[in-house]
């Protein structure tokens, strides 16, 4: 039997393998929820991550199954089994604790974007190929890209040029 471990020969550790970036469809419209009447500086955070997220989506919102959830997130069924246990874990900690619940990081790429405007608060789906400046429903210039608040939108339309 051949087990081949990857082994960095100057540190004398062996080398876990790189995670590969997980799909997500859209950026979450809400990322923080907490108890009602509880000040957030006295709550314990729970944080799920955004490919959690999405795992939580597509099994129990979209209802789809574990092998096309996986298949939709671009990782196998032994990892998407794993992320959904773990969300589910959070937000079962999240509600019967008490807890505040932070959704953020991981090792994502998002497929579309949502705009948000400020003045009207109309929100709209995108891609990251369109460059959107005004709001097509009042004109405003105020609006909020969900994506690139966590960092991303370039590396996304680079990752989904790619794909195509």
């Known amino acids: 039997m051949l087990i081949i471990l990857s082994y960095e020969f100057n540190k004398g550790e062996y080398m876990p393998r790189k995670k590969m970036q997980r799909i997500v469809h859209r950026p979450p419209l809400y990322t923080e929820f907490k108890p009602i009447g509880i000040r957030r500086s006295v709550l314990e955070t729970v944080e799920l991550s955004i490919d959690e997220y999405e795992a939580i989506r597509l099994a129990d919102n979209v209802g789809m199954n574990h092998n096309d959830a996986a298949d939709e997130m671009e990782i196998s069924r032994s990892t998407f089994s794993r992320l959904i246990e773990n969300a589910r874990k959070k937000i079962s900690e999240f509600i019967i604790e008490g807890k505040q619940l ?4 991981g090792n ?4 579309g974007n949502i705009i948000k405007c400020n003045s009207c608060g109309h929100m709209f789906n995108t891609n990251f190929k369109d460059k959107i400046s005004k709001c097509p429903s009042c004109d405003s210039d105020n609006l909020i890209d969900l994506a690139g608040g966590f960092g991303h939108g370039r590396c996304c339309n ?6 195509s």
Not at 102 to 105: L, R, V
């Open 108 to 111: 994502i790429h998002f497929r």
């Open 158 to 163: 680079n990752r989904n040029k790619i794909r």
């Open 102 to 105: 932070q959704i953020d990081g």
